[in-house]
């Protein structure tokens, strides 16, 4: 779906994932890690009833030694509706996460959005089987 990325290494969502070269120590760099998905997954598109995360629409994170949120994501499309607020959304979602010294939301396109990114509980609540 997405992955972390901490001083240029990069940490999947997997528990095979790889130690990380990090100024952080390896136990608050799970917390943030956790912490900033479940914030992630409290945003929503407000005309699809399923969080940003599971749609997929998070590209990727980056935590920095000094703490500092890069959010890479995108949007169903180019033209959504939701464009100018969904970032924003974003911004403030993973900066409540304690620990988190600042944050940074960039728009891509490339590669563009589609429902082969949904996780398997986004297809189920939006009945695409």
């Known amino acids: 779906m997405s992955e972390t990325q901490t001083s240029g290494a990069t940490a999947a969502d997997s528990p095979n994932a790889p130690e990380i070269d990090s100024a952080i120590p390896q136990e608050e760099l799970e917390r943030l890690t956790d912490e900033i998905v479940s914030a992630l997954k409290t945003v ?33 499309t180019p033209n959504c509706p939701s464009a100018a607020e969904l970032p924003g959304m974003v ?11 600042g944050v940074t939301v960039n728009l891509t396109f490339d590669p563009p959005w589609d429902q082969g990114r949904m996780s398997e509980e986004a297809r189920l609540a939006l009945n695409l089987w």
């Open 44 to 76: 929503y598109d407000p005309e699809i009833p399923v969080d940003i995360y599971e749609l997929g629409l998070i590209y990727k994170v980056d935590i920095t030694d000094d703490r500092q949120v890069a959010v890479e994501m995108t949007l169903t």
């Open 91 to 101: 911004e403030g979602a993973v900066a409540s996460v304690g620990g988190v010294s």
